[in-house]
């Protein structure tokens, strides 16, 4: 079964609205979680860390006051898209590392897909 | 930059190997090489990885050159719903997210 659940799994908003999506760890702690992002046929790309307890780490060319992450516990990051346009429509992906594991592996979410009107 | 250069797609009949090249030429010591897979509107599924053995597992085969700038993923008996987008990446560990490329888009046909 999923080991890193998103929700919701897909949204459709107005534009100007804000939405908010949730990951959590499932029967493990995560005090990094990474957040994706997918446009139609192309890949994911990486768009910021979640560190529990402290600032997100944003990419560069990603905007921290539009994507807000918050990793209010162990267990779950939020991401925020405020004031959505139609140009944010994608699909938004998290991942945690594998507990214990310092080889780099990491488990995904199922995705949630953002659709602005 | 993904560090990994893969073809951009691959066909194979349902039933045989499926056998996806990578190649990784500038890895280095520390770096792992990591297999996932994304089915269409999934989030990306981990396959296998491997640090300079040959590795096995219920899914797939990972199989890693001497010199470890490349590596074949290999489906032993592909089926239908093992059509999706695979990604070969290379990561050291520790805190920083995996970097992905464009992947091989592998088609199993009936």
């Known amino acids: 079964g999923a080991v890193v659940s998103q929700h919701p799994s897909r949204v459709i908003c107005k534009s100007g609205t804000s939405v908010k999506i949730e990951c959590r760890s499932l029967?493990?702690?995560?005090?990094?979680m990474f957040w994706y992002r997918q446009f139609p046929k192309q890949s994911l790309m990486l768009m910021a860390t979640?560190?529990?307890?402290?600032?997100?780490?944003?990419e560069q060319g990603v905007e921290k006051d539009k994507f807000l992450i918050n990793h209010a516990s162990l267990t779950l990051s939020t991401l925020t898209v405020t004031s959505a346009h139609p140009e944010d429509s994608s699909f938004y992906i998290c991942s945690a590392p594998r507990a214990g594991s310092n080889t780099g592996e990491l488990f995904f979410g199922e995705g949630s897909r953002l659709t602005v009107l | 930059d993904a560090k990994t250069t893969q073809p951009t797609s691959m066909d194979c009949a349902e039933g045989r190997a499926a056998n996806l090249p990578c190649n990784h030429s500038?890895?280095?010591?520390?770096?792992?090489v990591y297999w996932y897979r994304q089915i269409h509107s999934q989030g990306p599924q981990y396959i296998i990885h491997g640090l300079k053995n040959n590795e096995t597992n219920e899914m797939a085969s990972l199989i890693i050159t001497e010199d470890r700038k490349s590596s074949t993923l290999i489906l032993p008996h592909a089926t239908l719903r093992d059509t999706a987008v695979y990604y070969c990446?290379?990561?050291?560990?520790?805190?920083?997210?995996?970097?992905f490329g464009k992947g091989t888009h592998l088609i199993i046909q009936p």
């Open positions: 990446l290379r990561s050291g560990g520790g805190a920083d997210g995996l970097t």
């Open positions: 500038t890895i280095s010591g520390n770096e792992y």
């Open positions: 029967d493990f702690q995560a005090t990094t």
């Open positions: 979640s560190n529990e307890g402290s600032k997100a780490t944003y």
